[in-house]
């Protein structure tokens, strides 16, 4: 899962990124509204978490005008913690949910993972799909003989999105760009070795291919 991370203030991103990155997030960050409104036009996100109170165009008018759009990814909108209006004002623009500042990183991870959850449809934060049941949290796998299986990073990132998104087919690059940051971004054939890696745990038929059109996880 790809998370764009709209905040201006360096400390609070240092903090956070991290924090993001060890629950299995590929983080991307944007320091002003300007640059958070160009990389959601150029790139595919899973959710975003955004500040209401950025430089160059405010954090409410890059929700109006990416809703404007069409985009409905899930947005967590930052507020401050005693601005009732500006929380009412994120919500009636179309943010999912919102937290106040300061907040707990904790918190901030499950609200994330509560509005991700309604937006695959999910009520459970265990993902059950094709007899495995993966949990956020461990980041382990129970398989269908009741074994738990530890993954790395990379095999939960890219196990998560295509549990999250059983029998729908994904090109070799869309898998690359939920699956690593900018910085981190490899030959998305990379992505065939972690398929591979998949299939020698779970079973060969678990991950179909498409010749031409890329990977499919049975629904």
């Known amino acids: 899962m790809k998370i764009l991370l709209v905040e201006d203030e360096i400390a609070q991103v240092e903090a956070l990124k991290p924090v993001l990155k060890r629950s299995g997030y590929a983080v991307e960050e944007s320091y002003d509204g300007e640059d958070a ?84 449809g999910r009520a459970s934060q265990v993902i059950s799909v094709c007899g495995l049941s993966l949990d956020p949290d461990s980041q382990q796998v129970q398989d269908k003989d009741g074994n738990s299986i530890q993954l790395t990073g990379i095999e939960f990132r890219l196990l998560r999105y295509l549990m999250l998104n059983p029998g729908k087919v994904f090109s070799k690059a869309h898998l690359s760009e939920h699956v690593y940051e900018e910085e981190q971004m490899r030959d998305s054939n990379v992505i065939e070795v972690y398929v591979n890696r998949l299939r020698q745990r779970f079973g060969k038929g678990i991950i179909e291919t498409l010749r031409g059109q890329g990977y499919r996880l049975k629904g």
């Open 37 to 120: 409104l160009f990389r959601i036009k150029e790139e595919s996100f899973d959710a975003i978490v955004l500040d209401l109170g950025l430089p160059k165009c405010s954090g409410l008018e890059v929700l109006q005008q990416m809703r404007a759009m069409g985009d409905m990814t899930p947005v967590l909108v930052l507020t401050a913690r005693d601005s009732w209006q500006e929380r009412v004002d994120g919500l009636k623009a179309g943010a999912d949910d919102y937290l106040g500042k300061p907040y707990h990183a904790e918190e901030l991870l499950a609200r994330l993972e509560a509005l991700i959850r309604r937006y695959f």
